[in-house]
């Protein structure tokens, strides 16, 4: 993408980092990963760079909801999740840091589904990035009661191929895996979007490319 051409398109992110979960163990990164997704996006030139911490889920629907308002006329639309994330009968849900999740029937109440971010990115005219770095070990899963004893609860994420050719997702594992925290300053995936992210001259769509579905163990 030239500098022209991307100084002509509004291009807006949304990063979003949950460390301080009130009922699981507490995740070192995610915080530490937002902030630099949000330095490096700001370097990148985007003319809107909103950063989140610790949300609720009263929050994280907020924040989103007001995103979805923001996106409408941009170019070039990006959501970065660092946090925890759970797969429930093939659907994808990011879950904020108050969850409790005692059953699987909270988890429409206590989370929100990666197809609610898809649908705040619709108004977007060009290109809709979603980077989930969400991929850790989840705590919650070996306590939650099923209430249908069939309903499948996976280990990672699923796989989501977007309908749309003008849609990237970007998960820290492949489908079904468990990606690491990590044990330096940012998570495995986190320092690999710096690194094709900041790369000079890269098109945008070239460089998520290069990271999405990295299979980070």
């Known amino acids: 993408m030239s500098v022209d051409a991307a100084l002509a398109e509004k ?8 460390s301080k ?3 699981v163990p507490r995740l ?22 909103v950063s989140e911490r610790d949300l609720g889920i009263s929050d994280l629907r907020r924040v989103i909801r007001e995103f979805s308002e923001t996106s409408r006329d941009a170019d070039i639309s990006v959501v970065y999740y660092a946090g925890h994330g759970i797969e429930v009968d093939g659907t994808n849900y990011l879950v904020p840091t108050d969850a409790k999740l005692l059953s699987d029937f909270d988890v429409e109440d206590e989370t929100v589904s990666l197809d609610r971010i898809l649908k705040a990115l619709d108004p977007v005219k060009r290109l809709k990035l979603v980077i989930l770095d969400a991929c850790r070990d989840n705590p919650f899963a070996k306590n939650m009661r099923r209430s249908v004893a069939s309903r499948s609860i996976g280990r990672g994420l699923a796989r989501i191929e977007p309908a749309m050719s ?14 690491s925290d990590g044990d330096g300053q940012n998570s ?9 992210i900041a790369e000079p001259g890269l ?9 999405r579905d990295r299979r980070i163990a």
Request: without cysteine; aromatic residues 10%.
């Open 11 to 18: 291009r807006v992110a949304l990063v979003i980092g949950m």
């Open 21 to 23: 979960y009130q009922q």
């Open 28 to 49: 070192s990164n995610p915080a530490r990963d937002a902030e630099a997704m949000t330095s490096l996006f700001k370097k990148a030139g985007f003319e809107l760079v």
């Open 166 to 179: 003008d849609t990237l997702i970007a998960f820290a594992a492949k489908a079904g895996a468990v990606a």
């Open 188 to 196: 495995p995936f986190a320092t690999a979007l710096v690194k094709y």
């Open 203 to 211: 098109d945008l769509r070239l460089a998520f490319g290069r990271v």
